[in-house]
């Protein structure tokens, strides 16, 4: 009984949440759209900080603790090389190295809240999200077999490595071994993913149906209120960079 329980709830497309909370995507979408509208607003190293912190606690209620004490522990190491080693070292070098990881801290908040979108959803959630947000589908069609596409081509290229290690290949054919193999795979991909959405009825111009049951709750809204205050609050009275 309890496994056709659980497999009328996978059919139905309903989860198992597995923190405290369970946001729908849409509201993590409206979060990201928030810290991107942040990222390169003036403000004091508080306010940023306060941010990262709030990011970090919404990813620990989701049930990701360790993505939380991980983005919180680089964002401290990151803050530690741009004040303390960087300004210490000098030179060229360290202002080459200044530029590039101030650029990063800028848009630390964007990956943080991607991080969690992408690891707490799968594909076809954020492709059922994106299709209640009614966005056309000349936009989310190659969104969706973009997302498809290059975690396959990660696996296939890993395959490779592997293939070239069990053959025990010279260090200087290693990038031809590996490059000519990965470009033949990537096309043999993106073939059979035109394949399947053609099976799939994508040229169908009929609506489809979705198994996918997303539902905002009382939570997702708190969330985007919360998000939303904070864009104010930053752009009130953020402070200087």
């Known amino acids: 009984m309890r496994t056709s329980e659980t497999d009328a709830r996978r059919i139905l497309g309903v989860r198992k949440g597995k ?4 946001p729908d995507p849409r509201t993590l979408m409206g979060v990201l ?7 390169f607003m003036g403000k004091s190293i508080e306010s940023e900080l306060l941010l990262v912190l709030t990011v970090s606690v919404l990813q620990a209620l989701c049930g990701h603790v360790r993505m939380a004490v991980g983005f919180a522990a680089l964002y401290a190491a990151l803050w530690a090389v741009l004040n303390v080693v960087l300004p210490v070292v000098g030179g060229v070098a360290a202002t080459m190295f200044t530029i590039s990881l101030t650029f990063a801290r800028k848009i630390y908040l964007c990956l943080m809240v991607g991080t969690l979108l992408v690891r707490d959803n799968t594909v076809h959630r954020i492709a059922s999200a994106l299709a209640k947000l009614r966005v056309p589908q ?11 596409y290059f975690p396959t081509l990660k ?10 290690a069990l053959r025990d290949i ?3 054919s ?22 399947a959405a053609t099976c799939r009825g994508i040229e169908n111009p009929a609506p489809s149906t979705d198994t996918e049951r997303l539902s905002m709750r009382a939570s997702d809204w708190a969330i985007l209120s919360a998000a939303a205050a904070a864009v104010a609050a930053v752009a009130l009275w953020g402070g200087a960079a």
Do not use: K, Q, Y
Not at 33 to 39: D, E, F, N, P, R
Not at 155 to 164: K, L, S, T, V, Y
Not at 174 to 195: N, Q, W
């Open 33 to 39: 759209v928030a810290v991107s509208a942040t990222a």
């Open 19 to 22: 923190g405290l909370i369970d």
């Open 170 to 172: 010279p260090a200087a």
């Open 138 to 148: 000349a936009v989310l069609i190659p969104l969706t077999v973009t997302m498809r």
């Open 174 to 195: 290693r990038l031809e071994c590996f490059a000519v193999p990965l470009v033949m795979s990537a096309t043999s991909t993106a073939e059979e993913l035109s394949r």
């Open 155 to 164: 696996e296939e290229a890993a395959h490779i490595r592997d293939a070239m």
